[in-house]
């Protein structure tokens, strides 16, 4: 979420307020977005936060959140309505409830658990689902500045990670999108795969260098927890866990099966 640090005018009680959600404005009311006070956005529009809207280019001010903007239309009609009322057949439960857990709405989390169990556990279907991780590593040329005038050519090694990911049980490939931040077109192309990239940024590296050069980190976690994706085994065991909890089981590991968290290629199938 990106609000600039220092309030100008903050929103009222009963005015409206534009919400920026990956992409998506949404129009609703202060009274809405703290029905929950304990819930993120209770906190982050309660009465004496600091904080302002952005401001476009039409001078229209609205709050950005970069998360799933698709799915925050249930989050929001739950925060109106006060009760889940979900579309016949949706099937992104997976990617709602994490969206709920990132927001922290506890309510819409229970209500998630009790529709999930109204359904019944049904059995899990064969899938199959595979996970490739590639390192790039490039040495990158940038001058240090080390007085007022004074400036050194300095190198450093970045390494960049590529990772496919393939899955053919839908719930399982949203719970990997969720668990990675994967929430707009930018990081996924749609269908049963989706594509990662991203590079660590050495201490040695200015930040601005890193911005300048177009390089991303890569985050997982749960939200108030975050913890960066430093490299394979960090992002392969994130893939592992959410394998298991769909009841995937691993079928085999390239190039060594013995080193299973520096392997560069992971394959699950569930039967």
Known sequence: ISPPPVPSSPPSFGGPVTLNVGGTLYSTTLETLTRFPDSMLGAMFRAGTPMTPNVNPQGDGHYFIDRDGK???????????????????????????????????????????????????PAPTA??????????????HFSARRG????????????TFRANLFCTDPECLGALRARFGVTNEDRAEGGPHFHLEWAPRPAE????????????????????????????????????????????RLDSVFPDPEDLLNSRSLRFVRH
């Open 71 to 121: 799915a925050f239309r249930h989050i929001l009609n739950f925060l109106r309505l006060g009760r889940l009322d979900l579309p016949l057949g949706y099937g992104e439960t997976a990617l709602l409830r994490a969206e709920a857990d990132f927001y922290q709405i506890r309510p819409l989390l229970d209500a998630l658990r009790e529709l999930e169990a109204s359904r019944g556990t």
């Open 127 to 140: 899938a199959l689902l595979h996970a490739d991780v590639d390192n790039s590593p490039r040495l990158v």
């Open 148 to 159: 007022p005038h004074h400036y050194e050519l300095s190198s450093v090694q970045v390494d």
């Open 205 to 248: 590296l200015p930040e601005v260098e890193y911005r300048r050069l177009g390089l991303q980190p890569l985050w997982t976690g749960a939200p108030g927890e975050p913890r960066e994706v430093v490299g394979t085994p960090s992002f392969l065991e994130e893939v592992l866990r959410v394998a298991l909890e769909h009841g995937f």
